[in-house]
């Protein structure tokens, strides 16, 4: 068993303090570190870590890429703030290859993924316990539904145990069936498991999110099912009701309803949280407010306008003094920036938070979309849609320790018009005439952007959960690319903003003609960043 596992090379990273500016694959070669990996204890621990770490990289340069500047701008969380060098980004529409192949082709994600779920599963037949197991297919979902999200068809259910990905792409409704399945399969070995052992734990030195409990691991699953059912509501409605009615069947464990359930991987203790290194890149002597990424001026244009307590959480003060809150605009010419770059507020993240996967006041939001917006026949609904919307907002103020006051009794206040302190890249037209106070006579329109909006603010730093969100349901309405930040040469109107990335080059090299059939056969459009994917196919307003 011993010589089984010691030959398989496990992925965790070692973190690199470089800027990513340079090549990725390059940066980023030679990543793994082997250990010793024997069956009593040690081995599981390493390749649990090494399978959280693949659904946020404890690696920086690359939670850089899926997060700071992939996820984070286009969720209008984060934007680019470096202001010399960078002629091709995401947020420009116009990345080269090794901005957008991240998710697809570093050999920190997918290889090091399928690589530990290989020495778990031998581990797990070893010691007679597959509940480990169960767990880390949990993980799997978390982490690839964020590949499927990005590209939308992936290789997924003939990627072998070794992660390379040159295999048939699967169509992306065939991947979210994959993706219930596993949930599935995971919450009912896993509920078994506790019809016999009610006190049964795993390792909690192999998980550094739930420290070993599985009802708490049951309830994330059933949630990240939830979120994934939602997701696919305007591409097929009734299986979505009929997996999020599912999730939320008590007989299956339960839901996060409290923030004690949060799922955050509480991993860096003794390495540094990646987001607060990479937003820091390239800081200017002195600067307090980060370097190569700084805080969106959407979600401040939004919480100014609500006057949200969460401010001083979420965002660095501004250098300017007042305002105290002023975010960069995204998708702008970069160079416009000038020196005066480092006095837009930044990123509050600190070196050893962890890093959040999903939050219980999600559930309440998709809850209330559920209710509000799509009429879910639900028999374990228990709550108006009222109720649900103000509790999400609750739960999110109690999660960051923020003082609620009269917030949600306000009827009044919208979100910000954007003025730019240097006047380069102000934006007149007010995002929203959105109030938070709940209108129960509104459109269903109106309510899915009221909840949205409230659900986007609560997702603070869950970029890519974001961006899926805005793309799936047109909402929080985002301040579009200036003329000249939209670099894509038409392929991306600013008004919708970027749908997917294109599928790395050296797919069309290594893996033709799969990513090709792809492309003709379920992706329905050129491999562009303009293209729409599955699931997203909301009628445009």
Request: charged share 25%.
């Amino acid at each position: 068993m011993k010589s089984l596992i010691n030959s398989i090379i496990l992925g965790m990273t070692t973190v690199a303090f470089v800027s990513c500016t340079g090549d990725y694959l390059e940066i980023n070669s030679n990543p793994y570190q082997p250990g010793d990996l024997t069956p009593d204890g040690y081995g599981l621990s390493s390749a649990m870590s090494n399978i959280a770490g693949c659904v946020v990289s404890p690696d920086v340069n690359t939670a850089q890429f899926t997060d700071c500047l992939l996820g984070g701008p286009m969720g209008g969380y984060y934007a680019d703030s470096k202001v010399s060098g960078w002629d091709n980004t995401i947020s420009n529409y116009n990345p080269t290859d090794n901005w957008t192949n991240v998710f697809l082709k570093s050999d920190r994600i997918i290889p090091v993924l399928y690589t530990n779920l290989t020495v778990v599963e031998k581990l797990c037949e070893e010691s007679g316990d597959d509940m480990p197991l169960m767990v880390a297919n949990i993980i799997k979902v978390a982490a690839m539904s964020r590949v499927t999200d990005t590209y939308g068809p992936i290789p997924y259910s003939q990627i072998g145990k070794d992660g390379k990905i040159e295999t048939p792409y699967d169509p992306q409704d065939k991947v979210y069936d994959k993706f219930f399945e596993e949930l599935t399969n995971s919450v009912n070995a896993l509920n078994a498991k506790l019809v016999d052992n009610p006190d049964y734990t795993i390792p909690s030195s192999a998980d550094y999110v739930y420290k070993g409990d599985v009802k708490k691991w049951i309830r994330f699953a059933n949630s990240l099912k939830m979120r994934l059912a939602m997701r696919i509501v305007y591409a097929d409605k009734e299986k979505a009701q009929a997996r999020f009615v599912e999730a939320m069947d008590p007989v299956n464990g339960g839901i996060m309803e409290q923030n004690d359930q949060n799922a955050m991987w509480d991993y860096f203790k003794s390495s540094s949280n990646p987001i607060y290194v990479a937003s820091r890149y390239n800081s200017a002597e002195g600067s307090l407010t980060g370097g190569d990424s700084h805080a969106a001026a959407d979600i401040i244009c939004y919480m100014n306008g609500y006057n949200d307590n969460r401010r001083e959480k979420y965002f660095v003060k501004s250098e300017y003094g007042y305002p105290e809150y002023v975010g960069v605009r995204r998708g702008i010419e970069l160079s416009t920036l000038g020196k005066n770059a480092r006095k837009y507020s930044g990123i509050n993240v600190a070196e050893s938070d962890p890093v959040i996967w999903m939050n219980a006041a999600e559930t309440y939001f998709l809850r209330a979309e559920a209710v509000a917006v799509h009429g879910f026949t639900n028999p374990h609904e228990t709550m108006t849609a009222k109720d649900l919307y103000e509790e999400g907002i609750r739960k999110s103020f109690e999660q960051w320790g923020a003082d609620l006051g009269y917030y949600l009794e306000d009827g009044y206040s919208t979100p910000q018009t954007y003025n730019d302190p240097e006047s380069v890249n102000s934006y007149s037209e007010r995002l929203s005439e959105i109030t938070v106070k709940w209108n129960d006579g509104a459109a269903q329109e109106e309510k899915q952007e009221r909840i949205i909006i409230q659900k986007w603010i609560a997702n603070w730093t869950l970029g890519n959960e974001a961006w899926a969100d805005y793309r799936r349901t047109g909402y929080p309405k985002l301040i579009p690319a200036t003329a000249e930040g939209n670099k894509s040469g038409g392929k991306v109107d600013s008004e919708l903003g970027a749908r997917r990335m294109p599928y790395p080059a050296d797919e069309y090299v290594s893996n033709k003609n799969n990513v090709l059939e792809a492309v003709s056969e379920y992706l329905k459009g050129a491999d562009e960043m303009g293209t729409f994917i599955w699931w997203d196919c909301k009628p445009k307003n």
